[in-house]
């Protein structure tokens, strides 16, 4: 007789279509408030949502919100879920936490924005220096930006055209970072999903797979790279962490060839307090943050070193007067700088990490723990208070290990059947964020379901 671990993939692949089936409908029986918001959406939003990329999730139709708090969600239908999406990091700290919510009230009695710097710029210039271990820094309102303006920058004080980055990387909408490596040659390709494009990119940006130090010395020993811009794990593609010691050789290679490491932590703050660099002695010329690092409001920071920073006075005391290229308008702004303000002082703290690294730890263990009872041939990677639970027998390595072994379908499935259980994942991949906001009783709500997902799949 096979075993269940040999047959179950199969078999449940057979019966996947009409296990997804009966899933949408549950979702469709359950939701009428979310589908008629949905249906008035459609007459003013583009596919009926402000962001197009909120119709990304696996549900038969969008989930309008009524409420977030802490660690739970409310739907328009008043239904309530043990959020572990946490807006896709964004509210990494929990939903509207309680030091910025006040901060934001107190800030919008007394003014939004002025294209002038607060009173308490300097503290909170002192505040990110303590976090996050660089002493110079400059804000802009998403990673996406801080990223564009990072390699702009780059660019400018090494006079070098070219960016490296990972294959599987994110760093927001950066157009230099949306494209794709060949994996039988190597080559950098443009990736047909980016619309609108008519800058080849592909010109500037070289890509290799990560935790390859021979292919990252490769791609930097022609001394044409102005930056490596990399996650310190990648998290986009699926969370693939660092093989021991891949970091510490890679910032050799980047001294020894001249160009500048920029650690891109906006997911990865989840390792520890200050992120994956502190946590683990690195030092980057440059540190990109966005997202939760504001609590959620939207708000980036990017910091660099004393000699970085002399460097980009330089360049733009040499360039003639006008617009650098770099920066916005509401960037710095009064209401985002009392934000960061208070989720420095509040939230990137001991306190905060504590509880949620070791809720995640427990989390972890009790996913592990069912996988070997139900004999299924996945994993969990975790880093820090973020996990993942990926369809495949081990840790991946790169991003090509990742699509090696892609079950989206199975994915799919398993978002679904969680959220029609109370249990919201985020809709890319299966990843769960840990917040200090989080409870034990929601661990334990995950762990039930997951309990019933395993189930099912046995059964299969």
């Not at 583009?46 to 739907?75: K, N, S, Y």
């Not at 994110?170 to 950098?188: C, F, K, N, W």
């Not at 499935?413 to 929601?442: C, E, I, K, Y």
């Amino acid at each position: 007789m096979k075993s269940a671990h040999t047959t179950t993939p199969t078999t449940l692949a057979q019966r996947l279509p009409a296990l997804q089936a009966a899933e949408r409908k549950c979702f469709l029986d359950r939701h009428p408030r979310s589908l008629a918001l949905a249906d008035g959406a459609q007459r003013h939003f583009l596919f009926g949502v402000p962001l197009h990329w909120m119709r990304d999730w696996p549900t038969p139709a969008t989930l309008f919100v009524r409420e977030a708090q802490g660690a739970t969600l409310t739907c328009a239908d008043g239904l309530r879920y043990a959020d572990f999406c946490l807006g896709d990091t964004g509210a990494m700290f929990g939903h509207s936490p309680a030091p910025v919510a006040q901060a934001l009230a107190a800030q919008a009695a007394r003014g939004l924005t002025c294209m002038l710097p607060a009173e308490h710029t300097a503290e909170v210039g002192s505040l990110l220096a303590q976090t996050f271990g660089l002493p110079l820094w400059q804000l802009a309102l998403s990673a996406s930006d801080a990223n564009r303006f990072v390699l702009r920058w780059a660019r400018a004080i090494t006079r070098r055209p070219q960016l490296l980055v990972f294959d599987g990387c994110y760093h927001g909408a950066v157009e230099d970072t949306l494209v794709d490596r060949d994996p039988a040659s190597g080559a950098t390709l443009q990736r047909p999903s980016v619309l609108g494009q008519v800058h080849n990119h592909a010109a500037f940006t070289r890509v290799v797979p990560f935790n390859d130090l021979s292919a990252l010395e490769a791609a930097l020993a022609d001394g044409q790279v102005a930056c490596l811009l990399a996650e310190p794990a990648l998290t986009n593609c699926g969370l693939v962490p660092p093989t021991p010691g891949f970091w510490d050789a890679a910032q050799v290679l980047c001294r020894r060839y001249g160009t500048l490491l920029v650690l891109d932590e906006t997911h990865t703050l989840s390792t520890d307090r200050g992120g994956y660099a502190m946590a683990h002695g690195l030092a980057p010329d440059v540190f990109v943050a966005g997202k939760a690092v504001a609590g959620g409001l939207p708000c980036a920071v990017y910091g660099f070193t004393a000699e970085v920073a002399r460097r980009m006075v330089d360049a733009k005391l040499a360039a003639p007067e006008g617009h650098s290229g770099i920066g916005t308008t509401l960037a710095g702004n009064a209401l985002t700088l009392a934000a960061l303000h208070g989720a420095l002082q509040h939230l990137h703290t001991s306190a905060s990490y504590d509880p949620m690294l070791a809720l995640a730890i427990q989390l972890e263990t009790g996913l592990k723990a069912r996988i070997a009872r139900w004999q299924q041939p996945w994993t969990v990677t975790r880093l820090g208070a973020r996990l993942e639970l990926q369809f495949m027998p081990h840790t991946p390595r790169d991003a090509q290990d990742v699509r090696d072994h892609a079950q989206p379908a199975l994915e799919q499935f398993t978002h679904l059947f969680m959220l029609n259980r109370g249990v919201l994942l985020t809709p890319f991949h299966s990843m769960m964020l840990v917040s200090p906001a989080t409870q034990g009783a929601d661990v334990d709500r995950l762990l039930a379901v997951f309990d019933e997902l395993c189930a099912v799949h046995g059964r299969a």
